[in-house]
């Protein structure tokens, strides 16, 4: 499929860290079954410039590990729909991720992991908060979020430890 990933890095980043974010995010949408070419703009910060916009977005003031915004109100499992797409570019943009990577690694510390499985992990996260789907409760959906992140991290051969 002919996506398009958009990394923009605020804060030092290893290239290699953002070539798994693209791979995560593609692993995402495919596994989503996403057949039309979107579009999805990431954003690599530290946890001040999260929090900043956690604040002005969510008037939360705190910082975070990720943030989504959509850019459509889709349903878990609802496909973009061509008609969506950019006449210009012939994408659908979806929307657009905000990644602290000082709240990454930290998390990623605490978990006992690495911050590339840290990341992906976000960045999966994000992309199916960007299709619709919600972790606000600890009911059925949270669960739903949660096998789907699993199956596709596993996909990849990132393994939780």
């Known amino acids: 499929m002919n996506h398009e990933v958009t990394i923009d890095a605020w804060v030092d980043a290893p ?11 593609l692993a995402a949408l495919e596994a989503e079954g996403v057949e039309i070419p979107c ?4 954003c690599l910060a530290d946890d001040r410039e999260i929090q900043a916009v956690n604040r002005e977005q969510r008037d939360i003031d705190r910082p975070t590990d990720v943030l ?10 609802e496909k973009p729909q061509a ?11 979806l929307g657009e991720m905000m990644l602290s990577l000082e709240r990454a690694r930290e998390q990623a510390e605490e978990y006992g992991h690495s911050l590339e499985r840290e990341v992906c992990y976000l960045a999966v996260h994000s992309v199916l908060h960007l299709l619709g789907y919600d972790h606000m409760d600890e009911g059925p959906e949270k669960a739903r979020m949660r096998a789907r992140e699993e199956e596709i991290l596993s996909s990849l051969g990132i393994l939780r430890v």
């Open 68 to 77: 989504s915004f959509p850019a459509f109100d889709l349903e878990p499992g």
């Open 83 to 93: 008609v969506w797409a950019d006449p210009d570019t012939g994408l659908v943009f």
């Open 39 to 42: 579009a999805v703009a990431v």
């Open 15 to 25: 290239e290699e860290l953002g070539r798994q974010i693209e791979r995560s995010v």
